[in-house]
């Protein structure tokens, strides 16, 4: 498809260079002629008409959504149509986690920028606890990947060329484990996580964060954290200056933050959860029915725009209770959802979508015009954000329709990803072996404690009892062969999930007939797992982890990934220990295997009686009951 450019079109043309091999057209003098025209009522409106086309748009983000539109039924060879979409959203787009080991490569940005594009998403937050370079301070980010002035820089000039707003997110209170984790930053500690406040150091500290996050950027926006700050005043700031209410330290930081992003003449957003858990009554949640007290609300700055943050709620009238309680601020809140890529290796599709469409209805109604998808990485970002494409594109659509068009989503995904939505959904059977509802919507993620647990101590094999999860997983594993395609660009995202369904075909449940077979004194069963499955699955881990190294390494810098090795190669020895253990039963050498003799227990027993297999945030409780690291409340 050829495309020639004219008038106010032209002015695009550095940034549809780019999208050229994408999207299967090319610029050319003797193409279709496209014109364009700014127009503040638009929206979106596209036009073609005599082998002639028309683009009106109300920002640049709207030219290149009506661009992708375009492309989209020309190829599929419509001669003549008109397209209109009205924006429902001010801003709208992702926030990237970019703090969890998993720092995106800059080409990475920038692939993902493109998508974005087409989509018609126009901004996006970059979540960064200390992966930026803070000049007088070199242990802030220090061997974690973090990004220099010039790449942040060079992906802001990328994103800017489409029409799309990069916008720096860091934290100015809590969630610096990092790089608090250091000795030479002791002065700056109050708890592991949190900065030491009515500290002049800490402030000078927040100056240099504040000025090296957003010097790179166009935007004067920037989003300062202070979510999850339960700990705030009850380590080091206790024992030198005793008790103090929470909120009157929230107040008081607050407002010398918002002293140093005034002297920048920045723009700044918060977390909101904080203010609303210390109005709750217990103190550290937050729920629909809290009440915000009046003096919450008066001493609350105005110079600051919250953010009511909530990822698994599915009623939408929950999200309306809590716009409401907002409200009492006296300001409409920004919302930030989620797809669920987080402690996975699958996408939790069935809850995102379902909580993201309660709460898109809920915003709508409730006048919000600033929505952003988080992409959390917690506990290292095995997974990886191009898994939620299908999620950013779900947005996407809300995002210029009242109601979503899912014939629309359709179609709109395929072109605007090369991948189809059917396998973007196939990624969540990944975490749906039998015992996991098809309609789940709760957290759970079986595809990531069956491959981290211990075969001979089996910690989740309590949840699996009398399930079919190694047939399951063989036969998923052989399905991803009718759902892959070689000749796209994104086929690589596929690699990991399948050659984890092969691991899990045979570790899924191998864990509990080991068990099985030693109460039943079954030597035989037990010959045959120690020295036939037993090391077969180790073979398929060495191919899994090279498929995870590569796309690792395709996506993201270097760094991080040690982690996930070592994960792998204690896995791996486990392995060959329970390999030896069983051999020296079956030989005489012991005359038991005492991590078998154990009774296999819940390690929540609430997920009996829930619609999923249960839930675990952190590989070393998937891989031990015991002791990997003891962490002290300060340091």
Wanted: with cysteine.
């Amino acid at each position: 498809m050829k495309i020639k450019l004219d008038g106010k079109a032209v002015a695009f043309e550095q940034a549809l260079v780019e999208l050229q091999d994408e999207l299967g057209f090319v610029l050319a003098d003797d193409g279709m002629v496209l014109t364009a025209e700014q127009d503040d009522t638009a929206g979106v409106l596209v036009a073609l008409k005599d082998g002639k086309a028309e683009i009106s748009y109300q920002r640049p983000i709207h030219f290149f959504r009506g661009f992708g539109l375009l492309v989209q039924h020309a190829l599929k060879g419509e001669a003549e149509f008109t397209k209109k979409e009205t924006p429902q959203f001010d801003k709208i787009g992702p926030m990237f986690d970019l703090s969890r080991n998993a720092v995106l490569r800059v080409d990475s940005v920038k692939t993902y920028l493109r998508k974005l594009a087409i989509m018609g998403l126009d901004s996006a937050m970059l979540y960064m606890e200390d992966t930026y370079e803070v000049e007088s301070e070199p242990y802030f980010g220090y061997m974690r990947g973090r990004y220099s002035a010039a790449e942040l820089k060079e992906m802001d000039d990328y994103a800017y060329q489409f029409g799309i707003e990069l916008i720096p997110c860091i934290q100015t209170l809590a969630h610096l484990e990092e790089f608090l984790k250091w000795g030479a930053v002791t002065a700056y500690k109050d708890t592991r996580g949190a900065l030491l406040l009515e500290s002049e150091k800490t402030y000078a500290l927040l100056e240099d964060m504040i000025t090296a996050a957003t010097q790179s950027f166009r935007s004067k926006r920037i989003h300062i954290g202070m979510d999850e700050a339960e700990e705030l005043g009850r380590g080091r700031f206790l024992n030198q200056h005793g008790y103090k209410p929470r909120f009157e330290l929230m107040k008081h930081h607050l407002e010398r933050v918002l002293e140093i992003t005034d002297k920048l003449g920045l723009e700044a957003t918060m977390w909101s959860d904080m203010f609303l858990k210390l109005a709750s009554s217990t103190g550290d949640v937050y729920t629909s029915n809290t009440e915000i007290p009046e003096h919450i609300v008066n001493q609350t700055p105005d110079g600051i725009q919250l953010m009511y943050w909530q990822y698994n709620q599915t009623d939408k009238n929950h999200y309306t209770k809590m716009f409401k309680q907002h409200q009492a601020f006296g300001r409409t809140p920004a919302f930030a959802g989620g797809i669920w890529v987080w402690n996975t290796f699958a996408v939790n599709y069935n809850l995102s979508l379902k909580a993201s469409e309660a709460a898109l209805m809920a915003c709508k109604e409730a006048g919000v015009k600033e929505v952003f998808i988080t992409l959390w990485g917690d506990d290292g970002y095995e997974n990886n954000p191009f898994a939620a494409l299908l999620g950013m594109q779900y947005y996407a659509e809300h995002a210029y329709a009242e109601t979503l068009d899912q014939e629309k989503l359709e179609e709109r995904v395929e072109f605007c990803t090369g991948v189809t939505e059917q396998a973007f959904l196939k990624l969540q059977e990944l975490d749906m072996p039998p015992g996991v509802e098809q309609t789940n919507t709760d957290q759970t993620n079986p595809s990531k404690f069956l491959l981290w647990q211990d075969v001979l101590l089996g910690v989740f094999d309590k949840h699996i009892e009398g399930q079919a999860v190694g047939d399951f997983y063989k036969e998923l594993a052989g399905s991803w062969k009718d759902t892959r395609d070689a000749n796209q660009a994104l086929d690589y995202l596929f690699d990991v999930p399948e050659k984890l369904a092969a691991v899990l075909a045979l570790k899924g449940d191998v864990g509990v007939k080991l068990k099985r077979a030693y109460d039943a004194k079954d030597k035989t069963e037990m010959d045959r797992i120690a020295n036939q499955v037993l090391p077969e699955i180790s073979v398929r881990v060495d191919a899994l982890r090279e498929a995870h190294r590569k796309q690792w390494l395709q996506i993201n810098k270097p760094f991080g990934w040690e982690v996930v090795d070592i994960r792998y190669g204690g896995l791996k020895n486990r392995l060959d220990t329970a390999t030896k253990r069983v051999n020296d039963y079956l030989a005489g050498r012991i005359h038991a295997v005492e991590e078998l003799e154990q009774e296999r227990l819940y390690y929540t027993p609430e997920a009996a009686e829930s619609t999923g297999l249960g839930w675990c945030s952190y590989h070393y409780r998937m891989a031990s009951p015991n002791v990997f690291f003891h962490v002290l409340p300060i340091c």
